[in-house]
């Protein structure tokens, strides 16, 4: 019975977020593995080969921590740590830190490779953006 009660409530902190991308961007939905996958660098480039932008805050933005904990699974450290990596041997570049969701929207509404993440969708949204939740 507890498994059944604790269960869903995991399962809807990922549904909290929102992810972002460009209107040109052909992505309609992304699992949470692949979310990871992203975030964390073991997904580097969109299915037509282009290359992924990921897009975060700055660490001390309190839903950068929320996100990384509770959709990645890990401390903000450790995606620093695997970025650092990524970076040094060449593969990818680390993600675009910004300071706000509004600097995040405008970030992406410009970018159509850029993917990030929001809280809850915003009143008025560029009409170059695409909000879609996280599926588990």
Not at 22 to 34: A, G, H, M, S, Y
Not at 79 to 93: D, E, P, Q
């Amino acid at each position: 019975l507890v498994l059944i009660i604790v269960l869903p409530l995991f399962m809807q902190e990922a549904s909290a977020y929102q992810l972002v991308v460009n209107k040109k961007n052909p992505v309609q939905n992304l699992t949470l593995r692949q979310v990871k996958d992203i975030y964390l660098g073991d997904k580097l480039r969109w299915d037509d080969n282009l290359s992924i932008h990921v897009v975060d805050y700055s660490s001390n933005f309190s839903l950068r921590k929320i996100f990384t904990e509770e959709v990645l699974g890990v401390t903000i450290s450790r995606v620093y740590k695997t970025w650092i990596r990524i970076s040094l041997a060449g593969n990818s570049t680390p993600p675009k830190i910004l300071k706000s969701e509004e600097e995040m929207l405008e970030f992406i509404s410009i970018d159509p490779l850029a993917i990030g993440y929001i809280e809850k969708k915003p009143e008025s949204i560029s009409k170059n953006i695409k909000i879609f939740n996280i599926e588990n």
